[in-house]
């Protein structure tokens, strides 16, 4: 299945029409440190492109999670609860944040093929 990547570190993978999963790219944890908690939105939560849908603290740091696409959550991973480091060891598998009903199939257009965002990391370290 291929990804999708936002400019802040979130990868989009679709799962059907109109269902994506969502978390936050290996570069980003590695940045992070060691997770210690994450907080996600809630199941039926309206979400909104670019706009906060929670939050990752780690060792170091708490972070926004900004939303890559609109929509509506229709699962959280709920394993993230007693086990925040699965975004450290798995981020881009079982460490998966949420999974949401997309609104807006356009907004995909916004999203960097996994080649553009390998170069958006490396320009970033410039």
């Known amino acids: 299945m291929s990804k999708w990547f936002s400019e802040e570190h979130e990868w989009v993978e679709m799962l059907n029409d109109d269902i994506v999963r969502i978390g936050i790219t290996d570069y980003a944890q590695q940045e992070l440190g060691d997770i210690v908690f994450v907080e996600s939105p809630e199941v039926d939560d309206s979400i909104t ?41 798995n981020s881009e598998d079982e460490g998966w944040l949420i999974e949401m009903k997309i609104t807006d199939r356009e907004e995909l257009n916004d999203l960097l093929d996994e080649e553009t965002y390998k170069k958006h990391i490396e320009d970033e370290g410039d």
Do not use: C, Q
């Open 49 to 89: 492109s670019n706009e906060s849908m929670g939050t990752i603290e780690s060792v170091k740091t708490v972070s926004d999670i900004y939303a890559p696409l609109s929509g509506i959550v229709v699962r959280v991973n709920e394993k993230l609860e007693d086990e925040p480091e699965l975004v450290n060891t």
